[in-house]
């Protein structure tokens, strides 16, 4: 049980589906109204390093605070980055604003993105065009995303995502000593 007496907005810097499931599900037995806004992530539609995919979750988080009356902004960001030695891998990354100006970040999973995906992403696709056009190749819908997609399903979006929201409420409830007992 938490120690906030009241219901508090959290404001979710996207409409992604996936990403604001994530969300709702795994605060849900918080005292928080979860409620989704578009929020611009201010970089590119395909980050390529994990500096920008950070930013886009920082981006997203603090914009969304503009957008909607709420104590605490989320922005959750996907993209990709060059390893060495490793290639192309798939980045997470998502932040934690208030109103108050605290901010929280934590990456999540960093995957190799095989071939078949990687050559169309350097050529300048989004990795979600690149997985429809693969999927179409397999009569797959990649309902799970990526993750899911190149894991055979053991892991998707949704659960990557959740991880990242446990990290950061979990920093916001430390810092701000709303403890759970």
């Known amino acids: 049980m938490s120690c ?4 508090r907005i959290l404001a979710v810097g996207t409409k992604n589906r996936a990403k604001v499931h994530a969300v709702a599900e795994t605060l849900i037995r918080e005292p928080l109204i979860v409620v989704s806004r578009e929020a611009p992530s201010s970089v590119s539609a395909q980050p390529f ?3 920008e995919t950070k930013q886009g979750a920082v981006n997203r988080a603090k914009a969304v605070l503009g957008l909607v009356e709420a104590e605490v ?4 960001e996907g993209g990709v980055f060059e390893a060495e030695g490793d290639g192309l891998m798939i980045c997470n990354w998502g932040a934690l604003a208030t109103e108050e100006g605290l901010l929280f970040t934590a990456a999540g999973l960093r995957m190799h993105l095989p071939d078949a995906a990687a050559v169309g992403v350097k050529q300048g696709k989004e990795l979600g065009e690149v997985m429809k ?4 190749e397999r009569g797959d819908n990649h309902a799970t995303g990526a993750v899911g997609f190149f894991t055979s399903e053991w892991l ?7 991880h990242i929201v446990q990290s ?6 430390f810092a701000t ?3 759970h007992h």
Not at 133 to 136: G, Q, R, V, Y
């Open 4 to 7: 906030m007496q009241r219901d």
């Open 133 to 136: 056009e693969l999927a179409k």
């Open 156 to 162: 998707d979006r949704k659960q990557v995502f959740a």
């Open 168 to 173: 950061l409420y979990g920093q916001y409830m």
């Open 177 to 179: 000593k709303r403890y």
């Open 73 to 76: 902004g989320l922005g959750l």
């Open 49 to 51: 390093s994990d500096e």
